[in-house]
């Protein structure tokens, strides 16, 4: 019987390419992933053989989103023995970096529906425990890269295996990802704080935050002259020349990278897994699609949630970790939200308000973990203003709850004054105001990526405790009604 690991070769397009891309992975296709706000030429002629086993999704300029380009109709044909598929989406280029968007109107089904299907041969993937396996089986016996891989620690050193994985792919002649490569984003492209410079990092605003970002970036370097060292084989050396390369995979595989349970015949295994197109769908906190494995015959399939509407031009976006605070996107990704609702202000005083009369101004209804705004109660006006910022703040407010004991609207409106004063002193504490970090983005577009991100995350800090000073503001003024 075949083992598990012997997948069928794929069918490269580039062998009969006699000039195949050089995998110089610090750049992107100049044709495709340019910087925000630049125009993406279209090329109507490809220089890969006219081999297509499924029909890439029309590639037209659109315009219901002016600002978004359509990617280069390349993306879509790299073809291997099996290949991606897509239905009814663009990729593009949006205010998020590379982005997925819906070409048509999705009406809500009782089901979920399939958007797009990769093949397990495209992905690169490493299981989480010993005895470790990878996908796909490109490493011939005795490859050093093997014994590198292998000297990790499979739980926890997931990020520096699927680099290694990357690299290994990039240098095989004739690889998917020798292709694929040209639609990441470059180093100066890349959110991830593993690139930023110390003075992007100090821009954080957050001690904490800097030397996590400082010990991640050692760890890495560490590795790098633990196995790139002068003796090491030209097949590894040539794989990162420098720990800038090395540094640059590693973002790659901790920002474009999901761990997921995957069953391959009768072997179930969670995975840590890069997944080519599935890569380019940004994050939300209220996502319209999610991931599922389909076992029979070993796809990764992105769905639209079960009565999801979907408009022409809407996003389609995964929730990249739930429950996480911003730092812990910022550390793995590279960017923040002024709307998370997970997000947390750590309040010292004594000063608590009643828990359920907050809730019940905002309607706000369902257990902490999973508070959400029921905006079938809410008027207009309230529905634009609770926004993932005034779920934070209903989780992280310090408050009471008693059965017995009605609220006394005087008392309430004492706390909630309490409360506001001491998110002042918060912002009054910070070396800069929102108005300020404004200010520093609109005056720098050209700015770095990282220094860029550092700063928004510091300016969503001061968006949400600004936030939380106005629902309580509201809820003074509500409190009797
Ligand atoms: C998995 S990739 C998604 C595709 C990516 N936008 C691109 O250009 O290729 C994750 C990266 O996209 C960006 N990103 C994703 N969701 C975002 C969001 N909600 N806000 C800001 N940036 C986001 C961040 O740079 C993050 O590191």
């Known amino acids: 019987m075949a083992s598990p690991l012997a997948l069928p070769a794929p069918v490269s397009l580039l062998s009969s390419n006699p000039t195949p891309r050089s995998p110089d992975l610090t750049r992107r296709h100049p044709l495709v992933r340019t910087r925000r706000n630049a125009v993406l030429p279209l090329r109507a002629s490809t220089s890969l053989p006219p081999f ?16 978004l380009e359509p990617a280069d109709p390349d993306f879509y044909k790299i073809g ?17 970096g590379f982005g997925v968007y819906a070409s048509r109107d999705v009406e809500p089904l009782r089901r979920a529906r399939m958007i797009m299907e990769i093949p397990l041969e495209l992905m690169l993937t490493i299981s ?35 680099a290694c994985l990357l690299l290994f792919a990039f240098d095989v002649q004739g690889n998917f990802w020798q ?10 492209e890349c959110t991830s704080l593993l690139l930023a410079e110390k003075g992007d990092l100090l821009e954080l605003q957050d001690p904490d935050l800097v030397s996590k970002m400082k010990h991640q970036h050692q760890r890495a370097i560490e590795f790098w002259e633990k196995n790139w060292h002068h003796a090491a084989p030209l097949k590894i050396m040539r794989l990162s020349q420098d720990p800038e390369r090395f540094l640059w995979a590693l973002s790659i ?24 197109y599935a890569d380019m769908l940004n994050h939300s906190f209220q996502p319209n699609c999610f991931l599922h494995w389909r076992f029979k015959d070993r796809m990764l399939e992105v769905m639209i949630n079960a009565g999801q509407r979907i408009k022409k031009g809407d996003e389609m976006t995964l929730n990249y970790m739930h429950g996480e605070k911003n730092n812990m996107f910022m550390e793995r990704y590279g960017f923040s939200s ?48 609770v926004d993932g910022a005034v779920i934070a703040a209903a989780r992280a407010l310090p408050s009471w709850s008693d059965r017995d004991m009605p609220p006394v609207p ?27 970090d404004q200010q520093i983005l609109d005056s720098n577009p050209e700015v770095r990526r990282t220094r860029e991100a550092a700063i ?15 629902a309580l503001e509201m809820y003074q003024e509500r409190i009797l009604f």
Not at 80 to 96: K, L, V, W
Not at 181 to 187: I, K, N, Q
Not at 411 to 432: D, F, G, K, N, Y
């Open 179 to 188: 292709l694929y490569g040209d639609f990441l984003p470059s180093a100066d």
């Open 253 to 276: 595989a901790q920002s474009r990278s999901i761990s997921m349970q995957i069953r391959i015949g009768a072997l179930v295994q969670n995975a840590n897994m890069i997944v080519p």
């Open 338 to 385: 002024p709307t998370n609702p997970c997000d947390v202000i750590n309040f010292s005083g004594n000063a608590k308000i009643h828990r359920d009369s907050f809730l019940s101004v905002f309607n706000i209804s369902g257990l902490p973990e999973e508070f959400y705004h029921n905006s079938l109660l809410s008027r207009g006006e309230d529905s634009n203003f």
């Open 128 to 162: 989480q425990k010993l005895p470790w396996m990878f996908y796909p089986d490109i490493i011939p016996i005795g490859h050093p890269i093997f014994d590198i891989i292998n000297s990790t620690d499979p739980e926890k050193d997931w990020d520096l295996r699927l």
């Open 80 to 96: 291997y023995a099996r290949s991606f598929r897509a239905y009814g989406i663009d990729f593009m280029e949006g205010p998020n």
């Open 410 to 436: 005087s008392v309430e409106r004492r706390a909630a004054r309490e409360l506001q004063e001491e998110c002042r002193q918060m912002l009054a504490s910070l070396p800069t105001t929102s108005h300020e």
């Open 456 to 470: 928004k995350y510091r300016l969503h800090r001061k968006l949400l405790i600004g936030k939380v000073i106005q």
């Open 52 to 67: 297509k086993l499924f029909e890439p999704p029309p590639v037209v300029a659109s315009p219901f989103l002016p600002d």
